[in-house]
């Protein structure tokens, strides 16, 4: 059985930083494509950044773009995201996901639905 739990999340003014974790249990994690979404009250989940199994490619959400950037450590099984330049609008529960890596298009590691595996996510606070 897979288990992601992250940590790191807090609250931070506005153009501060926080870096969260995703500890992922089992021997697979070195294979997994790995992605964080976001959901904030009363929104939708939405994709934030997501990394392929041996980490050489990365994607990012426009909204985080040049502030977020997300690594993996595979020694550790552990997923990161590094938040600089934080905004109100950043505020929300994040959450880790992965999946075993395939032939996956690009659209779809911004896709929620093909993700396996789920943490059960970390709240984040920037106060305006």
């Known amino acids: 059985q897979v288990q992601l739990v992250e940590s790191g999340g807090g609250s931070v003014q506005a153009g501060g930083s926080l870096r969260l974790s995703c500890a992922v249990s089992?021997?697979?994690?070195?294979?997994?494509?790995m992605a964080w979404f976001r959901q904030a009250p009363g929104k939708e989940r939405e994709f934030v950044a997501a990394?392929?199994?041996?980490?050489?490619?990365?994607y990012y959400a426009d909204s985080v773009k040049g502030r977020f950037t997300i690594s993996r450590d595979h020694p550790k099984n552990t997923l990161y995201l590094q938040m600089d330049s934080l905004k109100p609008e950043d505020t929300a529960v994040y959450s880790c996901?992965?999946?075993?890596?395939?032939?996956?298009?690009?659209?779809?590691?911004?896709?929620?639905?093909?993700?396996?595996?789920w943490g059960q996510g970390t709240q984040v606070t920037v106060p305006s």
């Open positions: 089992g021997r697979t994690f070195s294979s997994y494509d």
């Open positions: 996901a992965g999946r075993a890596s395939q032939a996956y298009t690009i659209s779809d590691y911004s896709d929620p639905s093909t993700y396996t595996y």
């Open positions: 990394i392929n199994w041996n980490g050489g490619m990365t």
